[in-house]
């Protein structure tokens, strides 16, 4: 078991934890504007699923937590869209029915 797949697989998994828990989101955001935001929250995201494809090494036990990680990282891409869809549609009806 060589160091650098695992350390490529540990980034993986702190960029998907970062990411995942919307920390990421929301930080980029705040920080670098919408678009921007935007646009860094994504590439990180990619550079994760990268980092994941780079530590797999065939026929080890690794093999599910680079392939987790990989998947984990490409699914947390669309978290901005399902973001919105959340404030746009459900939000503003929530504050029409209280008001």
Known sequence: MSIIPTFFLSMSFFLLFFNGSA???ILF?????????YGFFIF??????????IAEE???????YCRYCLYGNLLVV??????????DFIF??????FL
């Open 23 to 25: 920390l990421g989101f």
């Open 58 to 64: 065939p026929g080890t036990a690794k093999k599910f």
């Open 78 to 87: 669309f978290f901005p869209l399902y973001f919105h869809w959340v404030s």
């Open 29 to 37: 955001n705040e920080r670098f504007d919408s678009l921007f935001g």
């Open 44 to 53: 990180t995201c990619l550079v994760g699923a990268v980092f994941a494809s």
């Open 92 to 97: 503003p009806r929530l504050v029409e029915m």
